[in-house]
């Protein structure tokens, strides 16, 4: 299996060079020559466990590893780290909607289920293409994946990881998180802006040529843990076949009829994850992108005209708190016929004019299959109220927006399939938007409502959130969005 950039002007390479790398050298995103077909009867797919799941999937990517490389790699990511044994259980509402809780690993939030296998994907990845070179993961996070891909990445040998988040765009927990990282290869650094410039100043140092001379002269190269990296996005496809295999041992459809997926996103990369899956045979009928009020995405889908000059909002589901969606590149070289030249052409426009509109029959392509929602801060906080009271459930608030996006896409069309809601981070991520919400009580100390939070409702707070206050904060730098490159040499060269 060789990878292509969707730019179309870097050569082919191999999944461990794919995802060495992270990003193509021609500023494109690496997706597969093709995608392979799911072989297996259903029936005897829903008997696997989450980890067999995971090595037939890594098998059909990950040509360049052996079957014994793979098992390790799975064997490492998902086990005791997690805290449910079926790793992504699946736990039905009323109405057709059931959420995929991806929220059971070390950092409580969906990231956990790729960078839980990302670095031991990366050290294979290093040994197979690399000749003694450090590998320099650099990552910007709207919140969760600089926690997720900091606990994943801290102490490996031969990698350091820089992890960049907007100073005031991220919650107090997801906060403390990074900055009490421990580990000899981590730094975190707070940037005066918002998410969209920290990915931007990470794509740039990516594409930066004297950066990369100076650091190939001292035997260094940079990779990705965004979902960028082909590592990051595989992983991702396991859940969405799991989640089919749920329902159908839960008897919410027989084999072969469609399901309907929901993802909050804002990087766009989750809800490609289970386009891929339907790619390789996945029966899935209808996807259901779901925005907070930063809607470029919605506002594409049902459009056309990707536009992100607009006004940036600050909500309480920050890590969907996005203008510029990565993964959307590659969902439209999908859509455009692989047709690289006219990538090339719209995220040119996209960064100098700062908007592109596609042509028709692309737009139609992806009308057939996708439809695009958002829900606003009142409706966030209605649904979390809700759900609590007639579910008695307690959603995060970007699962808020998706449950909201779901039902209103329920409504409009008239469809009684299972739809699925990938339901993205624990509520305790977010603990006092979600007490509040419950509670109807304007506590706003985050710490104080973990303990609150969970009184109200009798949920375990995750492990990994526990006694953030008494762990020593590690990292303490905070910069300008003009200074990241020279931040990044100052900590690599």
């Known amino acids: 299996m060789q990878f292509f950039s969707t730019r179309g002007e870097a050569p082919a390479v191999s999944a461990a060079e794919a995802i060495s790398r992270g990003l193509a050298p021609d500023g494109g995103l690496y997706v597969p020559e093709t995608f392979p077909q799911w072989q297996m009867d259903w029936a005897e797919t829903a008997n696997l466990s989450y980890q067999a799941l995971a ?6 990517y990950l040509s360049d590893y052996s079957a014994d490389e793979i098992k390790e790699i799975v064997k490492n990511a998902y086990g005791s780290n997690f805290a449910a044994a079926e790793i992504a259980p699946l736990v039905g509402l009323s109405n057709e909607k059931y959420l995929l809780e991806l929220w059971h690993g070390p950092t409580a939030a969906f990231k956990d289920m790729a ?3 990302l670095p031991h994907l990366m050290q294979k990845a290093v040994a197979k293409t690399n000749h003694g070179e450090e590998v320099i993961i650099l990552t910007a996070t709207s919140g969760d994946t600089g926690k997720a891909a900091l606990e994943g990445f801290k102490n490996v040998d031969g990698i350091k990881i820089i992890v960049f988040y907007p100073q005031t765009g991220v919650s107090e927990v997801q906060k403390l998180q990074m900055l009490t990282t421990e580990g000899n290869n981590t730094y975190v650094v707070g940037v005066d802006g918002n998410f969209d410039h920290c990915q931007k100043g990470v794509k740039e140092i990516f594409s930066d040529g004297a950066m990369n001379d100076a650091l190939k002269k001292a035997n260094k190269k940079f990779s990705s843990a965004n979902s960028i990296n082909w590592g990051r996005l595989m992983p991702q496809i396991v859940y969405y076949f799991w989640s089919y295999c749920q329902l159908l041992k839960q008897g919410a459809l027989k084999a072969g009829e469609p399901m309907g ?30 925005s907070n009020e930063n809607k470029v995405l919605t506002d594409v889908i049902n459009s056309g005209t990707y536009d992100k000059r607009r006004e940036f909002y600050k909500t309480t589901s920050p890590s ?6 990565s993964n959307f590149e590659r969902f439209l070289y999908e859509m455009c016929g692989r047709d690289a030249g006219q990538i090339r052409d719209w995220f040119q426009a996209l960064a100098t004019e700062g908007v592109f509109t596609v042509d028709d029959a692309t737009k139609a ?16 906080n209605t649904v979390i109220a809700d759900t609590w009271i007639k579910e008695h459930y307690v959603l995060d608030p970007h699962t808020a927006v998706g449950v909201k996006v779901c039902g209103d896409y329920q409504k409009a069309s008239g469809e009684t399939m299972p739809m699925v809601i990938a339901s993205t981070a624990s509520p305790f991520k977010f603990a006092e938007v979600v007490y509040g919400a419950i509670s ?6 985050s710490i104080a409502c973990l303990a609150k939070l969970s009184a109200e409702t009798g949920w375990e707070i995750p492990a990994g959130l526990r006694g953030l206050t008494e762990k020593a904060v590690r990292h303490n730098t905070n910069i300008d969005n003009t200074e990241m490159a020279e931040t990044v040499k100052n900590i690599v060269l």
Do not use: H
Not at 261 to 287: D, E, H, Q, S
Not at 320 to 325: E, G
């Open 55 to 60: 090595e037939k999937i890594f098998a059909l």
């Open 115 to 117: 960078l839980q296998a």
């Open 261 to 290: 997926v929901v993802v909050p996103t804002g990087n766009f990369g989750n809800i490609l994850a289970a386009y891929y899956g339907m790619r390789m045979g996945l029966p899935v009928g209808k996807f259901v992108c779901a």
């Open 320 to 325: 969907m708190d996005i203008l510029v969606s």
């Open 365 to 380: 392509n992806w009308q057939k299959i996708l439809v695009g929602g958002f829900a606003t801060q009142g409706e966030i």
């Open 440 to 445: 109807g009580e304007g506590e706003t100390d």
